[in-house]
């Protein structure tokens, strides 16, 4: 970026990454991870009997996943050693606004989650980057393989998705494969 550019535009990028450390970038991703969670933990709570097996295993899949993230997450963190955690407050204007809250609706379900996937994989990589530049390669490559996680999170909601929009019978949508974390 050139002087000009710099003094219209700022250069925020460089600038945040400079003044964060990699504690806070990764209480702020573990912040946006337990939002994401939150949000899982919703739509699997509203998938009741109605809902077909393979998508309520599929929510229960995404919830285990990010429980498995937050872990890691903590873990990472606990190596910084900080005394009291630098993200106080949570973003007021919150991704989440924009979607409705009380749908019960399956697609709505499986949209909403598609779009905040799609909306933390960006954060994931935002986040990487960060943290590559600031010189924690081991956080660096645990968000890198978080993002492979998210990718295939993000597979199976679309899978789920396209298969509502054709009323693709159940038994042809892909099961959340079982086991521990991580698969």
């Not at 003044?19 to 939150?38: D, F, M, N, R, V």
């Not at 949000?39 to 990010?66: C, H, I, Y």
């Not at 005394?83 to 809250?101: I, N």
Request: hydrophobic residues 35%; charged residues 25%; glycine residues 4%.
């Amino acid at each position: 970026m050139s002087k000009s550019e710099k003094a219209l535009f700022g250069n925020s990028w460089t600038d945040e990454t400079v003044t964060q450390g990699p504690a806070l970038i990764l209480e702020k991703y573990l912040s946006a991870t337990l939002q994401l969670c939150w949000r899982v933990e919703q739509e699997r709570l509203r998938s009741s009997g109605a809902t077909p097996t393979k998508t309520r295993l599929l929510f229960d899949g995404l919830a285990g996943e990010l429980q498995f993230f937050i872990a890691s997450l903590q873990k990472r963190l606990k190596l910084w050693k900080r005394k009291e955690p630098a993200v106080t407050e949570r973003d007021q204007t919150s991704y989440w606004r924009l979607f409705p809250v009380d749908s019960y609706d399956l697609r709505d379900q499986l949209e909403v989650l598609l779009c905040g996937y799609a909306h933390h994989a960006r954060q994931t990589s935002e986040a990487c980057t960060k943290l590559r530049q600031a010189g924690d390669l081991q956080s660096s490559e645990l968000l890198a393989t978080i993002s492979k996680r998210i990718d295939r999170c993000l597979w199976f909601l679309e899978i789920h998705l396209e298969g509502l929009a054709l009323r693709m019978d159940e038994n042809r949508l892909p099961a959340w494969p079982e086991g521990n974390y991580p698969p």
